[in-house]
């Protein structure tokens, strides 16, 4: 290329790209109608086309352009001009389309008036190139077709029937080795280990509940020097009744709590353990006035439901050993129909080899059966291929004929879906230009606001905007003064809550005081204490499950012997 041409190059490669959305309404509408049957491949020739026609016809003048026109295709050039030059579509539509993209003056003075300037030579071309065209189309119609010849091929031979294959016999399977039903060392190691820390388990078990029976059965003494003392001290005149019932009160909480370790309490916890002493001072004040009207000494009730209570203990005790020797017989008898069900599994095994050759002889018959029906099969299918070259013929014009109705069918529908088409772009136009009409009219954008006015709705609730701010500038202050308020009482709420707390420390450490005094008294009392531990005897329905489980240990072993 030279300079000239390549420029010219240039500028229409930037001038498809420039107007692309005007050049694609076009070509659109072209591959729509008349362009049905043209390639889609060949949509950047028509929009090179259309460009020079619109936008360059000026300069290029009428003999270039149809010098480029001409070194392509005659035929589809032709009808894109047509298409494009038709009078009709340039007044209605095409002007319509791109007088969305463009004011709709500006369209008509520079692009359409010019096309319709030219539409006159335009269709001059369009005739020559039509002549062209009928004279390609009579020379063709001239030349002689060509006769083909049938191919002189060999007949082929008649595809013999394959010989069945002989059934494969079945090799002989090895037989199961003997270790498969007898169990491994390691499983009788693992029995052993877990023998021996069963027994472990229950010695520690046995030790561990005798030692918390003594711990929890120790016997309590002295409670009756205790209110002897009291009842003593009530009938001095040196202290007070409500002293005497607070000192013993404290004395009394010593034995339950021994250890007096200080720990940081929030609020929470400060009033639970003051409520704890306060009930537990009620609880107790109850008693000792109950004491003093003459009521009995619980202590020997108290000593017969310890006695009770050690009973309840070792029936317990002999229960938990009574089931767990039950479950010990449980998995001995569970091992034992294991045992058993091996033997019935190895009998079974046996009836179903036995069932298996039956039904190998049973299948390699039936093979036979099936070889001799597929050999007639063969005969048969070899018959039905003589026939199937007439049923093709039959089936290939019933399948032209169907082509033939489906075409008609299209071209009806297509035919409907332009006039459908054609109405929807012609109601779209009216309502543009309904839409510019409206769009044409004044309206007024400005509108003054009174705030001493009120909206005029005819409402009793109405106000105006000043009212408005000014009773949410007195909601504003009542809010605030209510908020001060609250903000005192929860002040004084705060305050009184933690002289409340200050008191209850004040009495939780008096009581903890007197706690860990009371608590040494304890330890040593302790000391002086004799611990009995009688051994418990054991139950008769423990000895009977230990014989048990000894006879089917021995049934066990005895049977693994046998397997």
Same mark, same amino acid.
């Given at each position: 290329?030279? @300079?000239?041409?390549?420029?010219?190059?240039?500028?229409?490669?930037?001038?498809?790209?420039?107007?692309?959305?005007?050049?694609? =309404?076009?070509?659109?509408?072209?591959? =729509?109608?008349?362009?049905?049957?043209?390639?889609?491949?060949?949509?950047?020739?028509?929009? @090179?086309?259309? &460009?020079? #026609?619109?936008?360059?016809?000026?300069?290029?003048?009428?003999?270039?352009?149809?010098?480029? @026109?001409?070194?392509?295709?005659?035929?589809?050039?032709?009808?894109?001009?047509?298409?494009?030059?038709?009078?009709?579509?340039?007044?209605?539509?095409?002007?319509?389309?791109?007088?969305?993209?463009?004011?709709?003056?500006?369209?008509?003075?520079?692009?359409?008036?010019?096309?319709?300037?030219?539409?006159?030579?335009?269709?001059?071309?369009?005739?020559?190139?039509?002549?062209?065209?009928?004279?390609?189309?009579?020379?063709?119609?001239?030349?002689?077709?060509?006769?083909?010849?049938?191919?002189?091929?060999?007949?082929?031979?008649?595809?013999?029937?394959? *010989?069945?294959?002989?059934?494969?016999?079945?090799?002989?399977?090895?037989?199961?080795?003997?270790?498969? $039903?007898?169990?491994?060392?390691?499983?009788? %190691?693992?029995?052993?280990?877990?023998?021996?820390?069963?027994?472990?388990?229950?010695?520690?078990?046995?030790?561990?509940? !005798?030692?918390?029976?003594? &711990?929890?059965?120790?016997?309590?003494?002295?409670?009756?020097? %205790?209110?002897?003392?009291?009842?003593?001290?009530?009938?001095?005149?040196?202290?007070?009744?409500? #002293?005497?019932?607070?000192? $013993?009160?404290? =004395?009394?909480?010593?034995?339950?709590?021994?250890?007096?370790?200080?720990?940081?309490?929030?609020?929470?916890?400060?009033?639970?353990?003051?409520?704890?002493?306060?009930?537990?001072? /009620?609880?107790?004040?109850?008693?000792?006035?109950?004491?003093?009207?003459?009521?009995?000494?619980?202590?020997?009730?108290?000593?017969?439901?310890?006695?009770?209570?050690?009973?309840?203990?070792? +029936?317990?005790?002999?229960?938990?050993?009574?089931?767990?020797?039950?479950?010990?017989?449980?998995? +001995?008898?569970? @091992?034992?129909?294991?045992?058993?069900? !091996?033997?019935?599994?190895?009998?079974?095994?046996?009836?179903?080899?036995?069932?298996?050759?039956?039904?190998?002889?049973? $299948?390699?018959?039936?093979?036979?059966?099936?070889?001799? /029906?597929?050999?007639?099969?063969?005969?048969?299918?070899?018959?039905?291929?003589?026939? #199937?070259?007439?049923?093709?013929?039959?089936?290939?014009?019933?399948?032209?004929?169907?082509?033939?109705?489906?075409?008609?069918?299209?071209?009806?529908?297509?035919?409907?879906?332009?006039?459908?088409?054609?109405?929807?772009?012609?109601?779209?136009?009216?309502?543009?230009?309904?839409?510019?009409?409206?769009?044409?009219?004044?309206?007024?954008?400005?509108?003054?606001?009174?705030?001493?006015?009120?909206?005029?709705?005819?409402?009793?609730?109405?106000?105006? *905007?000043?009212?408005?701010?000014?009773?949410?500038?007195?909601?504003?202050?009542? %809010?605030?003064?209510?908020?001060?308020?609250?903000?005192?009482?929860?002040?004084? /709420?705060?305050?009184?809550? /933690?002289?409340?707390?200050?008191?209850?420390?004040?009495?939780?450490?008096?009581?903890?005081?007197?706690?860990?005094?009371?608590?040494?008294?304890?330890?040593?009392?302790?000391?002086?204490?004799?611990?009995?531990?009688?051994?418990?005897?054991?139950?008769?329905?423990?000895?009977?499950?230990?014989?048990?489980? =000894?006879?089917?240990?021995? +049934?066990?072993?005895?049977?693994?012997?046998?397997?």
């Amino acid at each position: 290329f030279n @300079v000239t041409e390549e420029k010219f190059v240039l500028d229409t490669l930037a001038g498809c790209i420039e107007y692309k959305s005007l050049l694609d =309404v076009v070509v659109d509408a072209f591959f =729509v109608r008349d362009g049905r049957y043209c390639l889609i491949s060949e949509r950047n020739l028509y929009i @090179v086309i259309c &460009y020079l #026609a619109t936008f360059q016809l000026e300069e290029l003048g009428l003999q270039h352009f149809s010098r480029i @026109v001409k070194s392509l295709d005659i035929a589809k050039m032709q009808k894109f001009l047509r298409f494009f030059f038709n009078a009709l579509y340039l007044n209605t539509w095409i002007k319509d389309e791109w007088s969305q993209f463009y004011d709709s003056l500006y369209v008509k003075e520079n692009w359409i008036d010019p096309l319709l300037r030219w539409q006159p030579k335009v269709q001059q071309l369009i005739e020559q190139l039509t002549d062209i065209l009928s004279n390609r189309t009579t020379t063709v119609k001239s030349s002689t077709v060509t006769q083909p010849k049938e191919f002189n091929l060999t007949v082929p031979k008649p595809r013999a029937i394959p *010989i069945p294959l002989p059934i494969p016999l079945l090799e002989k399977r090895p037989p199961v080795p003997p270790s498969t $039903y007898k169990p491994p060392k390691e499983k009788k %190691q693992l029995e052993e280990i877990k023998t021996k820390n069963r027994r472990k388990a229950e010695v520690s078990q046995q030790l561990f509940l !005798i030692a918390v029976t003594k &711990y929890l059965f120790i016997p309590f003494t002295g409670r009756m020097r %205790q209110y002897k003392c009291i009842i003593t001290l009530s009938q001095s005149a040196s202290c007070s009744y409500q #002293a005497l019932l607070f000192t $013993y009160l404290l =004395v009394l909480v010593s034995y339950l709590c021994t250890d007096n370790i200080p720990i940081k309490l929030n609020a929470a916890a400060i009033l639970r353990e003051g409520a704890l002493y306060q009930r537990k001072m /009620e609880q107790e004040l109850k008693r000792i006035e109950n004491l003093l009207r003459g009521a009995g000494d619980p202590s020997e009730f108290l000593e017969w439901q310890k006695q009770m209570r050690g009973k309840d203990l070792e +029936e317990q005790l002999a229960e938990i050993e009574c089931r767990r020797l039950q479950g010990k017989l449980s998995h +001995e008898e569970a @091992v034992l129909a294991h045992q058993n069900v !091996i033997q019935e599994n190895k009998k079974k095994a046996d009836l179903m080899r036995e069932e298996k050759a039956e039904l190998m002889h049973r $299948y390699a018959e039936k093979r036979l059966q099936e070889q001799k /029906e597929m050999r007639d099969l063969v005969e048969q299918v070899v018959e039905g291929h003589k026939n #199937a070259k007439q049923a093709k013929i039959k089936l290939q014009k019933y399948k032209q004929r169907i082509v033939q109705e489906v075409c008609e069918e299209n071209r009806e529908l297509l035919r409907q879906a332009l006039e459908e088409e054609e109405e929807k772009l012609r109601k779209r136009y009216e309502l543009i230009q309904q839409i510019r009409a409206i769009e044409s009219l004044p309206s007024i954008r400005h509108k003054f606001v009174d705030l001493t006015e009120t909206g005029g709705h005819g409402l009793i609730c109405e106000m105006s *905007i000043v009212e408005l701010r000014e009773r949410l500038a007195l909601l504003r202050e009542a %809010q605030k003064a209510a908020e001060e308020e609250k903000r005192d009482q929860i002040i004084h /709420e705060k305050q009184a809550k /933690e002289q409340l707390l200050l008191d209850k420390l004040d009495q939780i450490s008096l009581f903890r005081a007197q706690l860990g005094r009371a608590a040494a008294l304890k330890q040593e009392e302790k000391k002086r204490k004799s611990q009995s531990g009688e051994r418990p005897m054991k139950d008769e329905r423990i000895l009977n499950l230990q014989k048990k489980i =000894v006879e089917k240990t021995m +049934e066990r072993k005895k049977q693994a012997g046998l397997l």
